[in-house]
């Protein structure tokens, strides 16, 4: 996969474009506690491949919905 960098009018056209002024406005409603506050484990200098793996190994860890009881909706 070819790396195409966005220069900063390609970032404020599409920030533009959806109505936000800076790119912390698409994360507001995540709480503070919610997120990450250090850098993700990944390996450094590493190409593509060896990130997706990291990323896919880290993936693997999460429950799936399915996976688990949901009484999301049940109760009257």
């Known amino acids: 996969m070819r790396y ?3 220069t900063d009018g390609d ?3 599409m920030l533009a474009a959806i109505g936000v002024d ?3 406005a698409l994360f507001k409603d995540i709480p503070e506690s919610a997120r990450l506050t250090e ?3 990944l390996p450094l200098h590493s190409g ?3 990130v997706e793996r990291a990323l896919e ?3 693997a860890k999460n429950l799936a ?3 688990v009881p949901s009484f999301l909706g049940a109760g009257a």
Request: glycine share 4%; no cysteine; proline share 5%.
């Open 22 to 24: 800076d790119i912390d």
């Open 65 to 67: 919905a399915g996976d």
């Open 4 to 6: 195409l960098p966005l």
């Open 48 to 50: 593509e491949i060896e």
């Open 11 to 13: 970032r404020a056209e």
């Open 57 to 59: 190994t880290m993936a």
């Open 39 to 41: 850098l993700l484990d």
